[in-house]
């Protein structure tokens, strides 16, 4: 496993070290699982803009509209597939239940 050394500004630094926390993992291994995820976002977007571009190319309006409008869910399907899905943050109190 190769290493990478970097620096970080004293705020993101405490912010990663509480969300490790949080998680119950290490700062590691949360930094790598975001460089991970960034770079398949990175990776997906380019694909999904050679797709776009090929359309464009191709001078069919009624495909590249098609394309773009299936796009967003298609890359909401790729996440909810892959278990990436965008997960809400939980409250941090709770509702209190009405009484009948």
Known sequence: MATL????DEELDRRLAREAGIADQTRSELARA???AFLEQRERG????EIARAARERGSREALAAAEEALPA???ALELA????A????????????RR
Request: charged content about 45%.
């Open 5 to 8: 050394n970097m620096r970080l």
């Open 34 to 36: 975001a460089i991970a």
């Open 46 to 49: 380019r694909f999904l803009d």
């Open 74 to 76: 298609d890359n909401e």
């Open 82 to 85: 892959e278990g990436r899905a």
């Open 87 to 98: 997960r809400q943050p939980r409250a941090a109190y709770r509702a209190r239940r009405k």
